[in-house]
């Protein structure tokens, strides 16, 4: 795949489910995962990108 491509979206990162934590896994609602042409078990990649808050 090249650089043109590529999707990019950027989705809110919510708490993870208990039994998910430390497996590194990540879960796509159904309506970004049509838009992406994704399906379940696919493989994704995640790059952080951490927004500093004012303390």
Do not use: C, H, Y
Request: aromatic residues 4%; proline residues 2%; charged residues 40%.
């Amino acid at each position: 795949m090249t650089d043109k491509d590529k999707t990019i979206i950027k989705l809110k990162v919510a708490e993870a489910d208990q039994r998910d934590v430390g497996k590194g896994i990540v879960r796509i609602d159904e309506s970004f995962r049509e838009k992406l042409g994704l399906n379940s078990f696919d493989v994704v990649e995640i790059r952080e990108r951490r927004q500093l808050q004012p303390s």
